[in-house]
């Protein structure tokens, strides 16, 4: 049996002096005892944050539209493998693979989902859904040679992370310790030299006194995928940007960002296995490890433009049609813009990599597609209970005060 998981961590240190920030926020997150990861979802309205598929259907309907045409510039395969890497509570897969019975050339009959997370409910999942196929982890999956997708959504924004801090002029580790029975941080030399390494990418300046996260486990992760991968695709959706952006000026005490119960708190050491800890994604590093896997880039771009570009101005075009009530229709409508704002997730951005794949542009990629055939047959997807109650959450009288004449 173990205790809980900051007795773990505490442990952990008794035994060390010091442990690296990564080994602290592996074990807060995935640690046996207890880790944030390991136990309920915590996402939705009894959770600590929301998610884009959290938001809206249209988040996964959208990308079902992509995985669509990628299915077919690969030349139909069957199987059409998609793999959800930090799939969670599952409400992506059950919104896309909805989805997928709408798109034509009977898609949904040729394609077979993999889910992947760590979480206690996934494995609840697996022991009750025999048909379902889900693993807990990327190494566990012994799909070698798939043709396909491997789809990811705020996943790489939780994996471990090193911090280091310039001190005149050296690079030095930040360690997690304990002074009084009180988790302190102190500096130290590297615990490896892949921490030197990861800094030689363009636009990068290290300045005096910055603290920098440093995620070595993107490039592991892009090497499982490649051993998977025969043929196909990756996408990223994460909040981030490119290393000139996540080591700016701007950015001098670096990305790291927690948060408890719909609550940004931004301290590591506090609710320790039950709260969230993040940094954003350095996307050179996931290019740049892409590259010396065999994955070309094939769009950067933001979640607003990857959502826009697939059609997401139709389907509003369509809802304000809808012969339903008003508070519904604010409801969606309300919902679907979040994905796209830069309040909510429209600046997070998402990266589209290719493996022995056809050089045609991505549907993504093109503005107009809305005036596509292919769009015009799809129905738009609709709020469920499943989904967060925005319109409430934000106005919680908006129920009362709307008239049914307010379009």
Not at 93 to 110: A, G, H, I, M, V
């Amino acid at each position: 049996m173990y205790g809980s998981v900051e007795d773990v961590i505490r442990s952990s240190i008794q035994e060390q002096g010091q442990i690296t920030f990564a080994e602290f926020m592996e074990k807060a997150l995935y640690g046996p005892g207890g880790g944030y990861y390991t136990k309920a979802s915590p996402i939705g309205t009894s959770g600590d944050y929301y998610t884009s598929p959290s938001t809206h259907p249209i988040f996964g309907g959208l990308i079902s539209v992509q995985l669509f045409q990628m299915w077919q510039l690969m030349g139909r395969p069957k199987p059409f493998t998609i793999v959800e890497v930090g799939s969670g509570n599952g409400l992506l897969k059950r919104d896309l693979t909805q989805y997928l019975q709408y798109l034509p050339e009977d898609f949904s009959n040729n394609v077979e989902y993999v889910c992947i997370d760590k979480s206690e409910q996934s494995k609840i999942e697996r022991n009750t859904h025999r048909k379902s196929i889900s693993y807990s982890d990327i190494a566990e999956y012994q799909g070698l040679g798939i043709e396909g997708c491997v789809l990811s959504n705020e996943l790489i924004d939780s994996f471990p992370v090193h911090r280091v801090q310039m001190k005149k002029g050296v690079l030095q580790e930040l360690y997690v310790t304990l002074r009084e029975g009180v988790f302190v941080e102190k500096g130290g030399a590297l615990s490896t030299q892949e921490l030197n390494a990861h800094f030689d990418q363009p636009g990068i300046k290290l300045n005096e006194g910055h603290v920098f996260e440093v995620n070595l486990n993107a490039c592991r992760w892009i090497k499982d995928v490649s051993r998977i991968l025969k043929r196909g695709y990756i996408i990223t959706v994460d909040y981030g940007g490119v290393a000139g952006e996540i080591y700016s000026e701007s950015k001098s005490q670096g990305t790291l960002t927690c948060f408890y119960r719909h609550v940004q708190t931004n301290n590591p050491y506090l609710h320790i296995g039950n709260q969230d800890i993040t940094s954003q994604v350095n996307y050179t590093t996931l290019t740049k490890c892409g590259l010396g896997q065999g994955f070309v880039n094939k769009g950067y771009l933001s979640q607003r433009e990857f959502l826009t570009n697939l059609g997401l101005p139709y389907f509003l075009r369509l809802l304000q049609a809808m012969d339903i009530d008003s508070h519904t229709k604010l409801a969606n409508r309300f919902s679907m813009l979040d994905l796209v704002s830069a309040e909510g997730f429209g600046d997070f951005k998402v990266l589209i990599q290719g493996k022995n794949v056809s050089n045609a542009a991505l549907w993504c990629r093109q503005l107009g597609f809305e005036e596509m055939p292919v769009l015009k047959e799809l129905p738009i997807p609709m709020l469920t209970e499943s989904h967060m109650p925005l319109l409430e959450g934000k106005y919680p009288h908006v129920r009362l005060e709307l008239p049914d004449t307010w379009m």
